[in-house]
């Protein structure tokens, strides 16, 4: 995002800031709603999603967590391991010893012990489990997030829809959606994003931009236009987040020391923290990544010591979402790209296992204290209720209240949809 901000001299020759350009569409909409232009069944449907204000924080476990040492803990079983369990505060649940305040907010949980894939490669399961989709070398799919704010992001609002804290992962993003679905990206949370401040007045800012408009113009008269068409889209997202009184939101400075220290003084907590902010700030789609989870090596204390930091900040955001009245219309998705083997190597740590994994979900209507699925007692085999990806995907959808059959037409002319395939999850939702 650094560049991109940097050199905010640019935009329209108009002089369209982002906020004005989506004020004049949305108007612009409207009018032709009323004169019988749109479909009223289509205008009706914009509002009625740009109304419902939901959002989605994805809690990323970069490099697959092993499920028997996060929430399918298989104590005094061979493949479990040293693990030990502890009792959660719904009854009957039990999750590894290491997560006792997630075991505090099991209520708000829906822990699902059955997810099952093919995919055992991180770059091609970081990809499914992001975009609904394997990869190919013919298309860029659009991100799950991408596909959710097309649908219900709210209109003429600075920030970007789509937020993502951590490692950055290369090619997941808007894919052919194009510039205006791309994730704003921060490597670290805490405080204002690099090179937003305007280095001049507002005036010779907006005579800039006025300038770079009529040097797109002759380019797009030349043949250009399409170019030129993404360029004006970039700089109006960077010069509408420059110019807007929201930035304040990445700065925590302003939150109570006691709630920090809650959420853990780590690039994760203080992403989760940020998280909940821009959600107030109405934020779409937030993904806060953490890793290493590749435990090929040392399985136990390395999944000890990040348990140590993603404890604490995801039973504190939902905690803290709940207390703020924010969860009923939040989601929050734990989970990676696979699991890891019930058998334990020579080195003390558990390879890759696609077969059966785990994850959880809460809020959004999300019917918390229970469990979906059942491996078996050495945590080889799914049991009971096995979850795909697009189930899972599917039930997202169903939380953030869009359609996962919306179709888009790739660059190759080809339809394809949010999700091709997938059910509900029954039960998920009260």
């Not at 999750?95 to 991180?122: C, D, W, Y």
């Not at 003084?265 to 700030?281: H, K, M, P, S, Y």
Request: proline share 5%; charged share 20%; aromatic share 6%.
């Amino acid at each position: 995002m650094s560049p991109v901000i940097h050199d905010l001299v640019q935009l329209s020759r108009n002089h369209f800031t982002r906020r004005r350009l989506l004020q004049s569409t949305a108007a612009g909409m409207g009018a032709m709603a009323a004169g019988g232009l749109l479909p009223a069944c289509l205008s009706a449907q914009a509002a009625d999603l740009q109304q419902k204000k939901r959002s989605i924080i994805v809690l990323w476990m970069q490099g697959a967590p092993s499920q028997f040492e996060t929430f399918d803990p298989k104590p005094g079983t061979e493949t479990g391991g040293p693990t030990k369990s502890i009792s959660t505060a719904a009854p009957g649940i039990q999750i590894a010893s290491t997560f006792p305040q997630v075991a505090k907010m099991m209520n708000e949980i829906a822990l699902i012990r059955s997810l099952t894939n093919k995919e055992g490669n991180h770059q091609r399961a970081t990809y499914q489990l992001h975009t609904g989709y394997i990869p190919t070398g013919s298309v860029k799919h659009p991100s799950l997030g991408a596909n959710i704010s097309r649908q219900i992001a709210p209109a003429g609002q600075d920030l970007p829809s789509l937020v993502t804290i951590g490692n950055a992962i290369a090619g997941i993003g808007a894919g052919y959606l194009g510039i205006n679905y791309e994730p704003l990206h921060l490597n670290q949370a805490g405080k204002i994003p690099d090179n937003v401040t305007i280095g001049t007045s507002t005036e010779r800012f907006d005579r800039r931009l006025g300038l770079l408009g009529q040097m797109d113009q002759q380019f797009a008269e030349r043949g250009g236009a399409s170019v030129v068409q993404t360029h004006r889209d970039l700089y109006s997202k960077a010069s509408g987040m420059a110019q807007s009184k929201d930035l304040k939101v990445f700065d925590l400075d302003e939150e109570p020391a006691a709630l920090k220290e809650a959420y853990g003084d780590t690039n994760f907590g203080r992403g989760c923290l940020l998280a909940r902010r821009l959600v107030e700030a109405g934020v779409t789609y937030i993904e806060v990544r953490v890793g290493n989870w590749d435990t090929h090596a040392d399985n136990f204390d390395a999944t000890t010591r990040l348990a140590g930091e993603v404890d604490p900040a995801a039973a504190t955001l939902i905690r803290d979402l709940k207390d703020r009245g924010l969860l009923d219309s939040t989601l929050v998705v734990w989970m990676g790209e696979f699991g890891r083997t019930p058998k334990i190597n020579a080195r003390t740590g558990r390879d890759h296992f696609p077969k059966a994994f785990n994850g959880f979900l809460a809020g959004a209507g999300i019917r918390g204290g229970q469990v979906i699925g059942r491996t078996n007692a050495e945590g080889t085999e799914i049991e009971d209720r096995p979850v795909t990806v697009g189930d899972l995907f599917t039930s997202i959808c169903a939380a953030m209240k869009v359609n996962p059959k919306d179709e888009t037409m790739s660059p190759q002319g080809r339809p394809l949809k949010v999700i091709e395939s997938g059910e509900v999850i029954q039960g998920l939702f009260a």
